[in-house]
């Protein structure tokens, strides 16, 4: 299919919410050893129960490097539902380098391809070539046979916004407004990017998203919605968190806001798990923590709100804390038709992100 | 989809003619250097052509590397009907990497994944190491959800087999028998294969296929069939080229044959274009014969019967020569009911096959 020009709007296609009906969802499969310790195998590991999870629920398609195709094909055979296929990329992040669906009301699909620069380019970024991860969008688009609206010049990950399908987004100032995204454009020029190809009214900027999220904040890792006119945001009452400020800022600038609908919104709470810190293991198996860049451990950005809602179902990460009783019986609470599965999420965590983050839905369009 | 055990004939599959109605021709994309001159963009030339032929009667999908996608995506980008995708081979031999696809009653698609080693592997074979060509028919069947019949230990190219869809097959002695193929096989059984994975009952083993084909003798460079009961094979009148008596020998097989139906076999001829040499060229723009190794130019192995039966339609190769129009002319009397559809074969010849080496049909289940 061709590269449309004009914008995803003005063709009468908008984001659904995640929560409306799925074709399948998309991931992509780990191998880099700079991102994933021991050959990539623990993460290997704890991918295959990510994709068994949400396999229980909808199709699953797989990409892979051709290096990887044959053992994640093998790993991943006895799953019904899941598709390998060979799909490289520089990195897993599925939510971020793929396409963002849209969807019209006569049943059609169709994907944007915003521009990626690995969260930052050559300033922050967190690989240093990007090229196989910017043709991901691409490539998904055209094995599915839609459209593509691309947006030279205007970089966006898919982690960065979260919509209720009614015309409004949330995302973070952090990450947003950051230098190494788009610094020529004003916010406002942002906002017309995100009101043309997302066909979204209202936009809701949190300050910031989570302490230490190597995504500049993401919002994906921070804060949801779970209905229409509700959202869940993290939350911690330890005032010696860093993340302590952060979510009251994120709760005031909720509690002020309305939806596209007009709705003030209902704000839900999830708890954040203890600190959780990266781990330096030698081949001998000696561990020690990774230091930050003052010398102390470098906290990771855990969450719970890294989830992925599937058709009938939630896709959570746990992370053998207390919490995560809390958090499962919280996410039970708000999803009371959906069955809610959750999956060691420690590992995916380590190599920079969460469930959410190696997840990209497909909606099903209504008549399609 | 899984890997199947039992056999396509067990199952009630079998392998249909090229007639038959498709669902999509599946090719590859041309990059190698030591197969394609000049960073092979004649060779891309030429298969363009070759994409735009085919799509103008059903679609076609051709697979890349990684490093080639975007080449491919954006020089096809302009035909309609084609898909570009991912998808890995050592060279571009769609027809002899890639499945046999079969199908059964009820609408059901399968594909047989043959051993594959590069048309005779260390002995003979013509590149080094194909593990990537070998995983094509897997990748093929995955992409397409359909179950997959692998053949562990036995050896075929799709390219040394052609079927009636009726119960015949027609092969060659000099690829089949080869003793880089199946040595450890004995006729019988790898007759026995051929019956149990395209559920065939009569074999016709025409001697050797054409002259100083490097596939061995392949059927698909030399003899056809264009309908049930009727065969197309190569011919010459010329005494002094070394396919005459292998026309001949083929013809005293042929006639001498019943197909599975009983029926003897009406034979019809094609010429064959006046012998083509592989010509060297250098940096400066000198061109020389590439020498054979009696020191005498290497005649190509040009055939017009390498064309493909699509939807409504044919492609074949034409060479610039005289005798493309009496090719062109047998076949549209041979299909009355088809266009014609000639593109120029020469470069894709000097790559080693031509237009049915590189295609591979899939067809379309009736009720499917």
Not at 47 to 59: D, L
Not at 132 to 142: E, F, H, L, P, Y
Not at 244 to 273: F, M, N, Q, W
Not at 313 to 320: A, E, L, R, S, Y
Request: aromatic residues 8%; contains cysteine.
């Amino acid at each position: 299919m061709s590269l449309k020009t004009g914008t995803p709007r003005a063709d009468g296609y908008h984001m659904p919410a995640e929560w409306a009906p799925h074709t399948r969802t998309w991931m992509l499969w780990p191998e880099r050893p700079d991102s994933w310790r021991a050959g990539a195998e623990p993460a290997q590991t704890a991918f295959r129960a990510v994709v068994a999870a949400i396999a229980r629920f909808e199709p699953v398609t797989v990409g892979t490097s051709q290096a990887q195709f044959l053992n994640a094909s093998e790993q991943l055979s006895d799953i019904p539902g899941v598709t390998v296929i060979e799909l490289s990329s520089d990195d897993v992040w599925m939510r971020d380098c793929g396409p963002t669906f849209v969807i019209d009301d006569k049943g059609s699909l169709a994907a944007v391809d915003w521009d990626f620069n690995a969260w930052g380019g050559h300033d922050g970024g967190l690989y240093p070539t990007w090229d196989i991860d910017s043709q991901v969008a691409r490539k998904v688009a055209q094995l599915e046979g839609v459209a593509r609206y691309a947006t030279p010049g205007f970089v966006l990950e898919g982690g960065s916004i979260h919509v209720d399908g009614e015309g409004t987004l949330i995302t973070t100032a952090e990450c947003l407004l950051h230098r190494n995204r788009n610094p020529r454009l004003s916010q406002g020029e942002i906002e017309t990017y995100l009101r043309d190809y997302l066909a979204v009214d209202t936009i809701i900027w949190l300050p910031e998203g989570m302490f230490n999220d190597e995504t500049d904040g993401h919002v994906d890792n921070f804060c949801c919605f779970v209905a229409p006119g509700e959202v869940l945001l993290c939350w911690t009452d330890d005032a010696k968190d860093p993340n302590y400020s952060r979510c009251r800022a994120a709760l005031e600038v909720l509690e002020a806001s309305h939806d596209a609908k007009g709705r003030t919104l209902r704000v839900h709470t999830i708890p954040i798990p203890a600190p959780l810190y990266a781990i330096l293991e030698s081949e001998g198996g000696a561990v020690g923590q990774v230091p930050d860049e003052h010398g102390r451990p470098e906290r990771l950005a855990a969450s719970y709100v890294n989830f992925l809602i599937v058709n009938g179902g939630i896709v959570m990460p746990g992370f053998d804390d207390p919490m995560d009783a809390v958090a499962r019986d919280t996410l039970e609470r708000l999803f009371p038709e959906r069955e809610v599965v959750m999956v060691p999420g420690g590992e995916i965590l380590l190599g920079g992100g969460n469930i959410h983050c190696i997840t990209q839905q497909q909606p099903r369009p209504s008549g399609a």
